[in-house]
């Protein structure tokens, strides 16, 4: 079983950065690709950014392109998503997941297998 743990979140000021990390363990060979959701209270959980594991291929939420940038360090099995140019709205609880197959869009949180327990983003104006 895939096992997914986040940290790096905090608080900051709109306009500042923060760098989001992902450690994944555990039968990681199956991951077909990698995802960062954000959850704001109230709100359903929404897809930010994806990284395929096959061909590095990238895709962001259009609220946040130009502005974060997904990645990842294979030999230590650890994704990234950083985040500049914070905005007030960015301000969630923010997730990783993995998927062990290809179906459904990449944004659904259906699509995924496994979820990280989340790691809270603040930003204040």
């Known amino acids: 079983q895939v096992q997914l743990v986040e940290s790096g979140g905090g608080s900051v000021q709109a306009g500042g950065s923060l760098r989001l990390s992902c450690v994944v363990s555990?039968?990681?060979?199956?991951?077909?690709?990698m995802g960062w959701f954000r959850q704001a209270p109230g709100k359903e959980r929404e897809g930010v950014a994806v990284?395929?594991?096959?061909?590095?291929?990238?895709y962001y939420a259009e609220s946040v392109k130009g502005r974060f940038a997904i990645s990842r360090d294979s030999a230590n099995n650890i994704h990234h998503l950083q985040m500049n140019s914070l905005k007030p709205e960015d301000t969630a609880m923010y997730y990783c997941?993995?998927?062990?197959?290809?179906?459904?869009?990449?944004?659904?949180?259906?699509?995924?297998?496994?979820w990280g327990q989340g790691t809270q983003v603040t930003v204040s104006s």
């Open positions: 990284i395929y594991t096959g061909n590095g291929a990238t």
């Open positions: 555990r039968q990681t060979y199956s991951i077909v690709r």
């Open positions: 997941a993995a998927a062990r197959h290809y179906g459904g869009s990449w944004d659904s949180p259906y699509a995924y297998n496994n």
